[in-house]
Structures are given as C-alpha cells and as structure tokens.
C-alpha cells in the first residue's frame, strides 16, 4: 500500500457535515497530490456510485468508492470526523470515511490492494487504533500495514478465540465441519465484496463451520474449485450484481441476499444456512435466478419468488437496451452524418461496394449511410438476444438472436425483438430445469438448449406472436406518425416528466428505452420522441448549474463547486449531474427540474424537432432536425427550472428560522440568509 496513502491524505479533524462535502474535502487532497485530474468529474463518479448504494457500514465506517477514468494512480484517503456523518448505515452516522479511488483501468494488483483493506476493516482491533490515532503519518503507516496492531492470531481475523471451535479442532476430534461456499459482489467490486468475504470467513470461524468465499469483484473472479462446491453443505450468495455462472451451486441450500448482508449480519446468514440444509430444502438455481432478500432495504427477492417479478422484468429489459444502444449511437450518427453530406435522397443511392468515387461527397455520404444502416440491421437481433442473456445467460443467445432476426422478416420490429428475447429466455429457463443426466450436460449449453430453444422460438415467432405483433407496431407507428398538436404537446411533456422525475432510476430509464426503441425503425414521430428525451434530460444539471451561478447564496460551497460540473454534465445529457443537488432538497429541487422538462418535453415536440442520435446533448445540434427551435425549448425548460427552484429555495431562506436551517445544513463554508 505504499503508493495508495501518504500522510497528506489523512485528515485527523474532518470538519465536513454531508458525505458530499467529506468526499469533496477528500478529493481536494488527492488531488493536491495528483492523484486525481479532475475533482468535478471523479465526484460526479463518486456520486453515481453512491445512488447505486450507500456505502455506510455498520460500526461507523463510511467508504465512499468508484472507478473513474479522471484517477491516475490507486488512491487511499483518510478523514475521522468528530461529529459523524451520515453515509446510510443502519446504526448511525459514521466517524471513520475512506475515500478509494481507482483508475477506470485499475489492473488486479491495485484491486488486490484495495480489497485488503476493505478486509482489515472488518478487525475491531484496526478501526479502534484508527480512532486512537493522533499522528496522520503513523495513521497512513496503519493504514498501510507497517504499524503493528493488537490484535488475535491470524487464524482468528479479530474474532476472539472462545467465540467458538476452530474447524480443524472440530475435524481433529473426529467430527467433518459443516461446509459453506459463498459468492460475494457489489456494482463496482472494489470494497464491499471483500467486505462481505472477510465478514463471512470470520463469522464462519468463530461458529466451527468452514466457509469459503468466492469474490466477484471488478477485476474478474478465480472460480472455487468444483470439489470444493459438491462438498459443501449449503450456499450464500451476497451480492448485489448478478451471480456468475450460477448453475455451479444447483442443487445446494441457497441463502440469497444483499452484499450489505453479508457485512452486517453474516452469523444470521450462516444459522440460516444451516437450518435450510438440515430442513432439506434445495434451491432450484437457474442463470435466471438473481433477486434476493437481504433484510436490509435491498430490493428484490430470490429467484424462486414472483413477487418481485415486474422488478426482474426492468432488468431483463434494460439489459438488452443497454447493449442495444452503441449500434443506435454509430448507427444512427453515421446515418445522420450522410444526411447533413448528401440530403435525404443519399437513402436511395447504390450500393458503394458497386460505385464509389474517392473525390465525390455524395460517395462518401452513401457509404456512410451504408454503413450506419449496417450497425441498424443488428439493433433487434441484439435488443432480443441481450434480453435473453439477462434471463438465462449464453445458452440463450442464440434463441434470442435468431428470434430478433425473425421479428425483422415479420415486420414486427422493437416490440417483436421485446417479445423474442422474452420468449427466447423464458424458454432457456424452462430447459434448464429440466433434470437430465449427468453425461448430457456438457452439451446442453451448447448444443441441445440453443437447439431446441430457437426451434420453439422460431415456430412461436413465425406462427403464432409474429404477425399481431407486426400489426401493433404498424399501429404505434401510425400513431406517432399522426402525432400533432395537442396530442404531441401531452407526449412530450409526459416524457419529459418522466425523463426528470428520478434523473437516471427507473422512470427515466423507461422513456429512454421508448425513445431509443423507436430508433430500431426510425420514423418522423420516433425521431420527435427521441428528440423530446434527451431536450428535457439535459434540463436538470443544466437548471442546477444556473441557479448555483445567479443566486450562489442560496447553496452551499460545495453545491456551488458541483453547479459548475453541472454545466458539462447537463451539455452532454448526463442527467445524473443533478442528483447530489436532488438528494440534498428534494422537495424543492425534483419538482423544479419536472416542471422545467415537461416544458422542454412539450415545446421540442411541438417544434417538430427530431434525432437520430441516442446520446450526445448540445454536441449533436448539428444533426437535429430544426436546430435552434430545439435549443430554444432546452433554455426555456432550464429557465423555468431555475426560476422555480430559486422562488422555493429563497422562501426558504426568508422564513423566520432560516438561519437555524443554514446551520443545521451541514454546509462547510458560511452562510447568509437571504431574504426572497
């Protein structure tokens, strides 16, 4: 850890009262120390990170983490706060923040790193001389393992010795331990992974049971030894990204929960693990098995259980959005490049493998457009395959491709690629259990489910779903055709509602997926809807950074500092760059920035505005159809956003306990009530 942490990443006395202001204060030392280029951008990263989950610990821990491409060495970052701050933990506010930063291409040494000390703070021994410590240089050498700290025998991991028999005391008087094998993961597999791992490992010892931990983190994963699955007695899995390569466990006890889980409580984990081996009960573990119930706020439950079906459902859907996408981006931008070279009639032109002039412009545009169109012709064999794959992983590839590429032949289009994947997954997660004999299940995966799955794919596609699905589509597509006045004006301002109600969760993410969706066969009222999206997602951070820079008063130092990443944020449609604004005052915040993008949502599509392109925000203006009107409606969204947000911001501030609310706000600089 020598390079990870020095003594000018260390502060003894943070004074920061928000976890934005600690992981700011943090970062200003990293990048003092020119670890991190660009301070705006990496807490815009540790922001997103932390909307995904909170990162608060039990036991007054706070480890704010992420990836990010603007970190160009891995890097440790130390502040004990006095007061505490709240970081999400169910038992309180924390006094101990470590800040990680790795780089966007961090290799598997500085993982390696990282994860150990996410390990060490799982020894009370460790985060006591933490606390205990007045010297920010002996603090760092801690930190780093080159101070000694009291603590038991290794074998024990800050357990005490009489909490309960060693497996191999256990085993020496004759009697085999109870076996656990365990799966940990978190979204960026930096810290709770280990995490998870070390707690389990140590609740495991102090109970007599032998557990080993298999950790998915971000630097890929070494698979536990087969014998060492078929041995054991019963399955923990804390994650919360999905398993990988599930079907190992099938026929094992299974306890499925959150990461948080596995930290907090691993002693209920492994009684509970126990009591379902002894009750016999077998989990029926498929690749589409991936919820769980964690006990401690996570959603979702195990794969078993329907109740959380439509949550599952999102996932599967959004999976094949997501990876749908970069071919609508090149697609689309190389199409929309052609247009704006050659016009719209370089649609019709010949084939540029049988005709192409080196020095001719309209050459160049056909074989951008060609090329464009090529990237098109994959979007629903990718959006049903990738579906598929989220459902019931590679062996359903197949099927969901050749199911996509038959909604192509039956003019069924986005809704019929939506429909295949469904199928094709569902049908892969029906073979799947289905018992088969041991010699037979190497080649199910790769020839007898790709086989029989897109026969039945086919036949449902081609006979039965195919062609009612064509015609829905021919309806929705007449529908956004025929879109105009009133009727485009409620569209747009329902999208733009949508698009700003939860800036990058699960409303947001379904108008982009209809946005997107209509790309896969792109028509003027889907290249109007397009258009709408991205106008009123841009509203937000862009709204945010305009009311930081004409009443700076009414915010706090370090909202002012994120007002002015939010500029960027919100001219390259990054949504996101207004949640650490939304988190802080949501009442008045969210509804202000809805209200600015349903005016964005309206005007853009009463303007008639339209896109090709999926991404990109002010960067993309040249290839929208009615340009300027588009840029208009995104500044009278802002406006209005802004507006309203300082109207309810400085109400605030004038009320007669305004000044008791500045201080209470946490804020790491002073304040001035304003009156309205």
């Known amino acids: 850890m020598s390079e990870l942490i020095t003594a000018e990443l260390v502060d003894l006395d943070l004074s920061a009262a928000t976890k934005d202001a600690a992981a700011r204060s943090l970062a200003e030392r990293m990048v003092a120390a020119h670890r991190v280029t660009d301070i705006d951008g990496f807490l815009a990263d540790v922001a997103a990170r932390e909307a995904q989950m909170p990162t608060g610990l039990d036991g007054g821990i706070g480890i704010p983490h992420c990836r990010s491409e603007h970190v160009n060495a891995p890097t440790l970052a130390f502040g004990r706060s006095a007061a505490g701050i709240d970081f999400g933990a169910a038992d309180g506010p924390a006094d101990l923040i470590f800040l990680i930063a790795a780089p966007a291409g961090a290799d598997d040494d500085h993982l390696t790193i990282l994860s150990g000390l996410a390990r060490r703070l799982m020894a009370p021994e460790f985060t006591a001389a933490l606390r205990a410590g007045t010297d920010p240089a002996a603090v760092a050498a801690l930190i780093r393992g080159e101070e000694p700290v009291e603590e038991p025998a290794p074998e024990a991991e800050g357990t005490e010795p009489e909490a309960g028999p060693e497996p191999e005391a256990v085993e020496a008087a004759g009697s085999v331990p109870f076996r656990i094998v ?24 102090a109970e007599g049971v032998e557990v080993t931990v298999e950790t998915q983190g971000s630097g890929g994963f070494k698979k536990l030894d087969p014998a060492v699955i078929a041995a054991a007695d019963a399955v923990i899995w804390a994650h919360d990204v999905e398993v990988r390569e599930k079907t190992r466990f099938r026929g094992k006890p299974l306890v499925d929960v959150g990461v948080k889980a596995g930290i907090n409580r691993p002693a209920e984990l492994i009684a509970e693990a126990r009591r379902k081996a002894e009750r016999g009960e077998i989990a029926a573990v498929s690749e589409a098995d991936g919820g769980k119930d964690s006990g401690d706020g996570e959603a979702g439950r195990s794969g078993t259980d329907h109740a959380h079906f439509g949550v599952r459902l999102r996932t599967y859907l959004m999976s094949g959005v997501s990876y749908m996408v970069p071919f609508v981006a090149a697609g689309g931008l190389l199409i929309a490049l052609s247009f704006a070279i050659g016009g719209y009639e370089i649609a019709s032109a010949k084939s540029v493998a049988d005709h192409f002039v080196w020095g001719e412009a309209d050459s160049w545009a056909a074989l951008l457009n060609q090329i464009g169109s090529a990237a098109f012709a994959f979007l629903v064999p990718v959006l049903a395959g990738y579906i598929a794959y989220g459902m019931a992983d590679r062996p359903a590839l197949v099927p969901g491709f050749v199911g996509g590429s038959i909604a192509l032949t039956v003019n069924a289009g986005f809704l019929g690629g939506l429909v295949a994947g469904l199928l094709a997954g569902a049908v892969v997660m029906a073979i799947q259990r289905v018992p088969v004999h041991a010699t037979l299940r190497g080649i199910m995966p790769v020839l007898v489910i790709p086989l029989i799955a897109s026969a039945v794919v086919g036949i449902l596609m081609f006979i039965v779903v195919g062609k009612p699905i064509a015609s829905l ?18 569209l747009g301002v329902v999208l733009g509602l949508m698009m700003c109600f939860d800036m990058g969760g699960p409303l947001n993410k379904v108008a982009y997926a209809f946005a997107v969706g209509g790309l896969a066969d792109p028509t003027d009222g889907s ?60 009442l008045r915040v969210i509804p202000s920035v809805m209200a600015g993008g349903a005016v964005t949502g309206a005007l853009s599509m009463a303007f008639g505005a339209t896109l090709r392109a999926p991404h990109g925000g002010v960067f993309v203006v040249p290839l929208i159809g009615e340009p300027f009107l588009y840029l208009l409606a995104i500044a009278a969204g802002t406006l209005v956003a802004t507006a309203l947000v300082v109207l309810l911001k400085g109400a605030r501030r004038a009320a007669p306990d305004a000044a008791g609310e500045a201080g209470a706000t946490g804020s790491d600089d002073s304040r001035v009530t304003v009156a309205a």
């Open 182 to 205: 365990a799966v940990t993961s978190c979204p960026t597999g930096i810290a709770h992974t280990y995490m998870a791992a070390e707690s389990l490992a140590a609740a495991g010892r």
């Open 473 to 490: 589509q021919n309806a929705l597509t007449d529908w956004l055709n025929g879109l105009s006045g009133s009727n485009a004006v409620i």
């Open 527 to 586: 290249l109007k809807v397009m258009a709408a999206v991205m106008a009123a997602g841009m509203v937000p951070p862009l709204a945010m950074a305009l009311a930081t820079t004409v009443r700076k008063k009414l915010f706090t130092k370090t909202e002012r500092e994120n007002g002015r990443a939010a500029w960027v944020l919100g001219a390259s449609f990054i949504t996101e760059g207004a949640i650490p604004f939304a988190a802080a005052d949501p």
